[in-house]
């Protein structure tokens, strides 16, 4: 079976999207293709690549809009689940492109240099006699220490889409988690206040890095996991603290969400100010009424048990 | 006079764009991946490190130390996609918080028997007293190890080792040795100098000048004068192309750069097979299939182990099951045809539990490429080069540095030599970690006391040779594709040079070998654009890896004996008498000349290595 890839081209200023025909072998990856069509149609075509075994990273491409490691999907997979047999590679989203499928990473390492990663040990601990850390203190984060660098997260991050600049790579938060969740650390507040300033709570929780990950590593959930962390620390002076105890403060009060109040809670009086046109515009439209009186939950008392137990089960 | 001084910049600045825009070899740069101090050839480096796997970066950070050392990390791709990545096991050194009763002395022994005697043992005991402190040191940089109940990292114990000195990260081992030290590297603001390929090592008359190397992003070639050099550019599996495990990028450019500067490439012939890869591409199936109880089976459906290895079986070490395997396909038991005829592994009988939580990757790897379900059928394997022991010539281990002066080596390019004829399985992360911190104290060392003894001129000189190179290898319409001569290279070195050898074999390995060189001349790259030239760099490396294969197969012609990795059919038996040497392979103008250096022996009188 003749497979199509239309692979997305960039050399230096020039775009276009050109058509490559392969046979479709057993076991063929991505970058088998690739690869083959290197070697024996175009050897102008240029991509990344070393391991070819998941570990390393180099190969990840977006494939009919979903970021895969090139060297781990099959061909043959991703015909059947698109039902086509034709493909459109392209270069990670959300980077900028060098070349071809290539991408360029040094702002990517940029942004990761704000949450000063790496362990900052405690005191007690040297480098001659290394550190101490019990194994339930290893399992709160050594899952997030198996990340790749692959990318393949932020290439469908919505938020960094719409501007990564107040934002931080997903899997700079996975860093940022291990960091911050790492018993060895002096200080986690060091590497979270950097990561609150850097972004933290304005990620949209469309859970894409999630679903993205090749190897399974859940990066919205290492966001949850520093969101929480905020508030064990007590770094809860910032807009997304503000917002998630407003919320929680309207829930335990009244078990209902007072839209009215939120941005003056969450922003504080004066950033709320500014926003008194968009008030504006949903009165108009009746869709806030400054004067509705919230009224109490006839559940109240139910609510606030959920509350509580939720509270315990952490 | 400060309109004169502006006056003569100006002009002399409009006449390099006008040279510039004229000889068309300049292009804009993108983006920070190189120093701007780079671009402009201004900079100067005390140290200037080749290579950002385990031992670049480790001795980067040593180097960093002294805030009065400018140093920084040349890659050819981003720090973090090195061949350390993929090591799984763990890192040995004796700490003796798993198992009290382990000494360095066991370490050191266990070492130079596993490497067949091949080992210095100055070297080794060096090694083996200092290991255990490179896992301390990592666990305080934040290395994220495995614990044991009394709150220090757990070691577990690996084959060929006689206690548990591993230290590690599930099987992902090298993946967070890696990150561990780039965080650091980061934090830490140690300079990139990434994608950029290196070219050439300038030395003119014993005198280290600087680095060529090509800006992939813009094709520019960058001159880079530094003090010092350290090489840390990784091994040389990619000589048998797709019968490796290795990654696309273990070329041997180190080796290969030292060669043409008159550093000799130590022990080249011996070469780590792993038996378990797979037919199709040569991708390691893990050691854990064959201590799980997995079958080796020929076309016949018979265990053929019990005529090689009737009592350890299929456990026999990775040597002797290479060449049992190897045997049975040349004798015709295999199945499939050429570099991917391979015999069986079985995996039925073991149930499908263990399978599923035991065997997770290598049941997803067979799957994958294979198309086999190994809890169903057997998945056909074959050999797989996995580690190259021999490289560049160290001649002091305890600054790492080479013939020539400025000069250093570490990591698996280079050979101290700790690993002898065959390495053990938990002593190559040790060994980027403990040599490359080792590196980074032996050259920031050198490059205070003497200085930069370089000649500019010499540096310009070489840039501009390359600059005429990319410009007529990149212009031919005809010719050998690259990959066409990739392709025979490997064929050549697994059939003339690989699991087995032979001289008249190797003698034609090497004369197909050396006709290739001749072909390279005029090969064919297929891309004329600067910008991010990979066909380039796959002809750079190409070059490379057949000079590496010229000395593999020198070696082995010259090694009339068999020795840990190294096996002569003619000559089957270990020759201490004659080769308790290491070869010594230097390249004098075109030239390869092959000489001999006696092993140092220590404490541990040679005996049969028996397991």
Request: aromatic share 8%; hydrophobic share 35%; glycine share 8%.
């Amino acid at each position: 079976m003749a497979i199509t890839l239309n692979i997305h081209r960039t050399v230096a200023d020039k775009k276009w999207v050109q058509e490559y025909k392969v046979e479709l072998k057993k076991g063929m990856t991505i970058l088998e293709a690739l690869n083959e069509i290197k070697a024996m149609q175009d050897p102008t075509l240029s991509f990344t690549a070393s391991c070819r075994s998941s570990i390393c990273g180099a190969c990840a491409v977006r494939v009919n809009g979903n970021a895969e490691l090139a060297c781990e999907v099959l061909v043959e997979d991703l015909v059947k689940r698109y039902k086509s047999e034709t493909l459109t590679v392209e270069p990670l989203g959300n980077f900028k492109v060098l070349r071809d499928l290539i991408v360029d990473w040094d702002p990517k390492f940029d942004r990761m240099k704000k949450i000063k990663p790496s362990l900052h040990p405690k005191k007690e601990f040297s480098p001659e006699k290394g550190c101490k850390q019990s194994i339930a203190d290893f399992k709160k984060y050594d899952e997030y220490a198996g990340c790749i660098l692959c990318g393949a997260c932020v290439s469908e991050c919505n938020k960094s889409t719409v501007d990564e600049k107040d934002f931080l790579d997903p899997f700079t938060f996975v860093k940022a988690a291990k960091l911050v969740l790492d018993s060895r650390s002096r200080d986690p507040k060091e590497h979270l206040q950097a990561v609150i300033d850097a972004g933290l709570w304005k990620c949209m929780k469309c859970q894409e890095c999630t679903a993205n990950c090749p190897k399974g590593l859940k990066p919205a959930e290492a966001i949850e996991k520093l969101h929480e962390a905020t508030f064990k620390l007590g770094l809860t002076s910032s807009v997304g603290a503000n917002h998630a105890k407003a919320l929680y403060d309207d829930i335990y009060n009244t078990g209902r969400l007072d839209e009215s109040k939120l941005s003056i809670q969450s922003e504080g009086l004066v950033a709320a100010a500014l926003r008194a046109p968009f008030a504006m515009r949903l009165m108009k439209t009746g869709k806030l009424d400054p004067f509705e009186k919230v009224p109490v939950n006839p559940e109240i008392n139910k609510i606030r048990d959920i509350l509580k137990n939720a509270k315990e089960a952490e | 006079m400060a309109e004169q001084i502006s006056r003569r910049t100006f002009i002399k600045a409009g006449v390099a764009v006008g040279a510039a825009v004229a000889a068309g070899t300049y292009f804009e740069w993108q983006g920070n991946n190189i120093p701007a101090a780079v671009q402009k050839g201004t900079a100067l480096y005390d140290v200037l490190i080749i290579g950002s796997g385990g031992a670049g970066m480790r001795a980067a950070l040593e180097a960093a130390k002294d805030k009065n050392i400018k140093v920084a990390i040349m890659t050819k791709l981003i720090p973090t996609r090195s061949a350390t990545t993929m090591a799984q096991g763990g890192m040995n050194g004796c700490t003796g918080v798993t198992d009290s009763k382990d000494t360095p002395e066991s370490h050191a022994f266990d070492t130079v028997k596993g490497g067949d005697y091949l080992c210095d043992q100055d070297a080794v005991e060096y090694f083996a007293e200092n290991a255990g402190k490179i896992i301390y040191e990592m666990d305080y940089y934040g290395y994220p190890y495995h614990r044991q109940e009394d709150g220090s990292f757990h070691q577990r114990k690996m084959g060929g080792s006689s206690h548990a000195r591993a230290a590690y990260y599930a099987d992902e081992s090298g993946l967070a040795t890696v990150h561990t030290l780039f965080e650091q590297c980061l934090e830490q603001n140690v300079e990139m100098i990434s994608e950029c390929q290196m070219l050439e090592i300038v030395v003119k008359d014993e005198k280290l000048s600087g680095v060529i190397a090509v800006d992939m992003r813009s094709g520019n070639i960058v001159s880079v004068p530094a003090k010092t050099v350290i090489v840390a550019t990784g091994g040389y599996g990619r000589a048998y192309w797709i019968r490796t495990t290795n990654p696309y990028s273990s070329t041997g450019d180190g080796i290969a750069a030292c060669l043409n500067i008159g550093v000799p490439f130590k022990d080249p012939e011996m070469v780590q097979f792993h038996p378990t890869g797979l037919a199709i591409n040569g991708v390691l199936l893990s050691e854990s299939s064959r201590s799980e109880g997995a079958y080796l089976l020929n076309k016949n459906g018979e265990r053929f182990m019990k005529k090689y290895a009737p009592d350890k079986m299929e456990l026999a070490t990775r040597d002797i099951v290479a060449r049992s395997i190897e045997t049975e396909i040349s004798e015709g038991r295999g199945i499939g045809e050429g570099l991917n005829a391979a015999v069986y592994l079985d995996f039925r009988h073991i149930p499908k539990e263990i399978i599923k939580e035991r065997l997770g990757q290598v049941y997803d790897l067979s799957l994958r490429f294979e198309g086999v379900d190994i809890t169903e059928k057997p998945v056909p394997i074959r050999c797989s080069c996995h580690y190259s022991m021999g490289g560049i010539d160290v001649i002091d281990y305890k600054t790492c540095a080479t013939k020539v002066p400025g000069v250093f080596a570490a990591g698996e390019c280079s050979c101290v030599s700790i690993h002898g004829a065959n390495r053990l399985g938990a002593n190559s992360l040790s060994e980027v970690l403990m040599f490359g911190k080792t590196a980074g104290i032996g050259a920031p060392a050198y490059a205070k006391k003497v200085g930069y003894v370089g000649d500019k001129e010499a540096l310009n000189a070489a840039l501009a040779k390359w600059n005429k190179t990319f410009e007529e290898v990149t212009a031919r319409t005809s010719g050998p594709r690259v990959v066409e001569l990739r392709d025979k290279m490997a064929a050549s070195m697994w059939f003339k040079a690989g699991v087995y050898r032979e001289e008249n074999q190797l003698q034609e390995g090497l004369k197909e070998i050396d006709d290739l060189i001749k072909e390279y001349k005029i090969c064919y790259v297929g891309d004329a654009s600067r910008n991010y030239n990979t066909a380039f760099m796959n002809y750079i490396e190409l070059g490379n890896l057949l000079l590496v294969s010229k000395a593999i197969i020198m070696g082995a012609i010259a090694r009339k004996e068999s020795r840990g990795g190294h096996s002569r059919k003619d000559f089957p038996k270990r020759d201490d008498k004659n080769f308790l040497k290491h070869t010594i392979i230097s390249k004098v103008g075109d030239e390869f000349k092959t000489e001999y250096r006696d092993v140092v022996i220590t404490k541990f009188k040679p005996a049969e290595r028996t397991y």
